[in-house]
């Protein structure tokens, strides 16, 4: 019976050391380990930001381009409302008026093409940061809507072909087809500007989800660390319990010394 007692007790003394060193290898990892983990949230945030600002910069400058370029159509369009209905090919102010089309008008698209493609690169980084977040718990982050995105590029692809058909009608004889054209032209670019308003509106939301997701893994770094710690702290002390109370069975009682008379 004494040596079960023994076995069990050297057993219950190997247990108790691994899991004491165990403790306290994950209490001190713990804080060797929150360094780094506080420089990638850091990190990741300031990507998540930089590309952030970047979409919120080329939005804002497609949005004044597309602003501009209606402003222009406008102009042209009272421009036309001068000439004469009846002309033939070749008319002079209808060829400027084209021309005018071709130089004021159709850059402004081009402008606002770009600066929507550079928002489609910044939300496919924004979106794979966030998915990468996404993968732990209690963190996952909706990003930018690459739908919605597809749908604009796609739309302002069209209108640079429509604008340069615009003028091409514009330079003709009066024409009905250049009132549709120019109709179309303007339906377009008011969808345009539609969309990319929707788009400024949820890089704001979105920066504002991942300010708050910043701030939320920040604080929460150093109070799971001293918890893990204080629990890997108290598990250490039970296991020093253990391991005194398995040595003392070991051992056995202690003998009391017998004297001679």
Do not use: Y
């Not at 850091?42 to 804002?60: N, V």
């Amino acid at each position: 019976m004494k040596l079960c007692k023994r076995i069990l007790a050297a057993l219950a003394l190997v247990l108790a050391a691994i899991v004491l060193l165990l403790s306290l290898a994950v209490g001190v990892g713990v804080w060797v380990v929150k360094g780094p983990v506080t420089a990638r949230a850091t990190h990741l945030s300031e990507r998540i930001d930089a590309g952030l600002d970047l979409a919120e910069a080329k939005l804002d400058h497609a949005q004044t381009s597309l602003a501009t370029a209606a402003q222009r159509l406008e102009n042209v369009k009272a421009e036309r409302r001068q000439l004469p209905r009846q002309s033939g090919p070749g008319d002079l102010p209808r060829i400027a008026l084209a021309r005018t089309v071709q130089r004021t008008f159709a850059p402004e698209l081009g402008d606002a093409q770009q600066d929507l493609h550079a928002v489609a690169e910044a939300a496919v980084v924004i979106n794979s940061v966030l998915a990468d977040l996404g993968n732990l718990p209690f963190l996952a982050e909706t990003g930018l809507d690459m739908d919605q995105l597809e749908e604009i590029n796609s739309r302002i692809a069209g209108a640079g072909p429509a604008a340069w058909e615009l003028s091409r009608l514009l330079g003709e004889a009066a024409d009905p087809e250049a009132d549709a054209q120019m109709s179309r032209v303007e339906q377009l670019l008011s969808r345009l500007r539609e969309l990319v308003a929707a788009c400024q509106q949820q890089v704001k939301q979105v920066r504002q989800r991942t300010t708050a997701l910043k701030a939320r893994v920040l604080a929460w770094i150093t109070p799971a660390a001293l918890l893990v710690s204080s629990v890997c702290l108290w598990i250490a002390l039970s296991e020093i319990c253990v391991l005194s109370r398995a040595w003392s069975w070991i051992r056995g009682p202690r003998r009391m010394p017998t004297g001679g008379v």
